[in-house]
């Protein structure tokens, strides 16, 4: 509808006239009356509408400029405001962010378990987004484990390594739990791949990548009687250690029909540098003495 990208009563439209010969009636009336023709300039001294503002005033800013910021956004995986065509931070904050005793509490919180009890469970408060070489690391269950976190291009990394002797078969889990999908007003999806799962929100999707490959369960407490949050739980087996994982946050693609299962852009770069680094070195075993 051409009234859409018009200021209000600035165009003639042939459609609002029943046939040909009223349309050529009005418009020889705008021809001879003054006041009728200037009625259709009025908006130009009146305030726009807010609706119209919205929808063109990027057009300020040059098209080749607009194009970058999409390029910047869907390479960052950051968001992006069609009707602004600016750049806009992921709708789930991808900071890290501690909670109690310096345990992850945000983007997702983690909740370990070693055998059958859980060890420890995250803190919904945020308490602090300075991540420093001092409280980096925590020791998990009776100290075996060590989990390290690391930021870096929009991504969170954790390194879970043995810190001493450790059963054979000893397991833990891990509960990596969205704190936005808790009780009866979210749409959560997932799946569970060979080496990911993903799990979302109607807004914001979290991706695990985790190698070498170990068991991924999905929780979708919706129906509990205690509101929980939805998660994804990792059961590590002591045979995978060290552990690597890495979380994407990330907007789901509500704008493009079909989207909003596919994984964007950005989460694939990050797949493929996380399994097929550009530089991967293992150090050898020390030889042994005898």
């Keep these: 509808n051409a009234k859409e990208h018009a200021p209000r009563n600035s165009i003639i439209l042939a459609n609002d006239f029943s046939n040909g010969r009223e349309l050529a009636a009005h418009l020889d009336r705008v021809a001879r009356n003054r006041t009728l023709y200037e009625s259709y300039h009025e908006w130009r001294n009146e305030p726009l509408e807010d609706k119209f503002v919205r929808k063109y005033n990027h057009t300020h800013t040059h098209s080749v400029c607009r194009r970058c910021r999409w390029c910047y956004a869907r390479r960052y995986g950051l968001g992006f405001d069609h009707e602004t065509q600016t750049v806009q931070p992921t709708k789930m904050d991808r900071k890290v962010c501690l909670g109690a005793d310096g345990w992850i509490s945000g983007p997702v919180a983690e909740q370990w378990q070693d055998g059958g009890s859980i060890t420890w469970d995250a803190a919904s408060e945020c308490l602090n987004k300075n991540i ?44 990596l739990l969205l704190p936005d999908a808790v009780g009866g007003d979210w749409d959560v999806r997932g799946s569970v791949g060979r080496e990911q799962a993903w799990i979302q929100t109607n807004k914001s999707r979290v991706t695990v990548f985790t190698r070498p490959t170990v068991q991924s369960i999905l929780a979708h407490p919706k129906s509990a009687s205690i509101p929980a949050p939805a998660r994804i739980v990792l059961v590590i087996p002591s045979k995978s250690l060290p552990l690597r994982i890495r979380i994407v946050v990330d907007d789901v693609d509500n704008f493009h029909e079909g989207a909003e299962k596919d994984a964007t852009y950005f989460a694939k770069q990050m797949e493929k540098d996380f399994y097929q680094p550009l530089e991967f070195f293992r150090a050898p075993p020390p030889l042994s003495s005898t």
């Design 132 to 175: 420093t070489n001092s409280n980096r690391s925590k020791r998990i269950g009776n100290g075996e484990l060590k989990r390290t976190i690391w930021e870096h291009d929009g991504v969170i990394d954790l390194h879970i390594d043995p810190v001493s002797l450790v059963q054979q078969d000893a397991t833990f889990s891990l509960g």
